[in-house]
């Protein structure tokens, strides 16, 4: 089992839709983070989080550390969020990254 | 503002040749990573440095070997190159907080595309 699991594996949405990604992790985390891979490759960091919940224009994401479960939610989302979305935990003060498979989104016009 | 520079962005090399990825961290960031993401796979972590010291290491062959430099660019030496070695190959850098246990957000370069042929 992987450590950190992703679903769904595939989304695709229409225009204007509310999306909902979820993350579940089974080791002991510093932080959960939240990153954006385009088809070019390149990675962006979207959220870090602790605990509780943080916003970012239409992109909100939570954390429930009893539970350790994280969501992302993209709220009226729009054909440019077309992209792999990656939830990766860290360990520690050493900060290195654990994974995801990763969510392809596709948002439809 | 300065993101994270990678260099060279597309590498195309032989089998059993060598190759050296470089990483240039945003300015007065002192933790570089190193990650490799092969076709249709999730990143994985290679290795990481702090203030100049390896600070952790993850799935790194003993082919690889890696340094960070008195600048802080970090430099991904990769000899006897093999055809599973062809990836994406992310730097990320970050600023390691002054709180115990905690980490800061890693800010991601470009990567390098590594082609083994």
């Known amino acids: 089992k992987n450590e950190v699991e992703q679903s769904p594996q595939n989304l695709t949405a229409q225009e204007g839709e509310f999306i909902t990604i979820n993350c579940s992790y089974s080791?002991?985390?510093?932080?959960l983070h939240w990153l954006q891979q385009h088809p070019g490759g390149g990675i962006v960091s979207l959220f870090m989080?602790?605990?509780g919940k943080k916003k970012h224009g239409r992109l909100i994401a939570t954390i429930n550390i009893q539970e350790k479960h994280s969501s992302l939610h993209i709220t009226a989302s729009h054909p440019r969020d077309s992209a792999v979305y990656i939830c990766a935990a860290s360990r520690g003060s050493q900060g290195n990254l654990i994974f995801g498979k990763g969510t392809k989104l596709s948002v439809k016009p | 503002a300065a993101g994270v520079i990678q260099s060279p962005r597309h590498l195309i090399k032989e089998k059993r040749e060598t190759a050296t990825l470089k990483c240039y961290p945003i300015?007065?960031?002192?933790?570089v990573y190193w990650y490799q993401q092969g076709p249709g796979q999730d990143p994985q972590f290679l290795i990481s440095?702090?203030?100049?010291?390896?600070?952790d290491k993850g799935s790194i062959p003993d082919r690889f070997s890696a340094q960070q430099f008195s600048d802080y660019h970090s430099e991904l030496n990769m000899s006897s190159l093999e055809l599973g070695d062809s990836a994406l190959y992310f730097c990320?850098?970050?600023?390691?907080?002054?709180?115990?246990?905690?980490?800061?957000?890693?800010?991601f370069g470009p990567g390098t595309r590594l082609t083994v042929l």
């Open positions: 990320a850098s970050s600023s390691r907080p002054k709180t115990s246990g905690s980490t800061d957000t890693q800010y």
């Open positions: 440095f702090y203030e100049k010291m390896q600070s």
């Open positions: 300015p007065r960031h002192d933790t």
């Open positions: 080791v002991g985390i510093s932080a």
């Open positions: 989080l602790s605990s």
